[in-house]
């Protein structure tokens, strides 16, 4: 069964910058569609960001210009690098597979407050 993992959340400052990190225990991670959600208290889950095994990036309007999409193939690894954070950032921060889900991890929780 697949696992993702995800990492590096936390209690940020307005303004200020996180970086998340997904580890999926998947072979041949290279070929997959990766992108991360994120879901807010009585929101339902959106997708922020996706990268293509070609490492092209899409972002939602929301996050565009302030987060960025990356990828390590030999690490089996998805990266959000997350900047100018908002109050309205505050999620708890998922990855999965695009075009075909896997079980949900556990997500790394978010928070920017002052």
């Known amino acids: 069964q697949v696992q993702l993992v995800e990492s590096g959340g936390g209690l940020v400052q307005p303004g200020g910058s996180l970086r998340l990190s997904c580890a999926a225990s998947?072979?041949?991670?290279?070929?997959?569609?990766m992108g991360w959600y994120r879901q807010a208290p009585g929101k339902q889950r959106e997708l922020v960001a996706w990268i293509t095994s070609s490492s092209s990036t899409n972002y939602a309007d929301s996050v565009k210009g302030r987060f960025t999409i990356s990828r390590d193939n030999a690490k089996n690894t998805v990266y959000l690098q997350m900047m100018s954070l908002k109050p309205d950032d505050t999620a708890v921060y998922y990855c999965?597979?695009?075009?075909?889900?896997?079980?949900w991890g556990q997500g790394t929780q978010v928070t920017v407050n002052s």
């Open positions: 999965n597979f695009v075009k075909a889900p896997r079980a």
């Open positions: 998947i072979s041949i991670f290279s070929i997959y569609t």
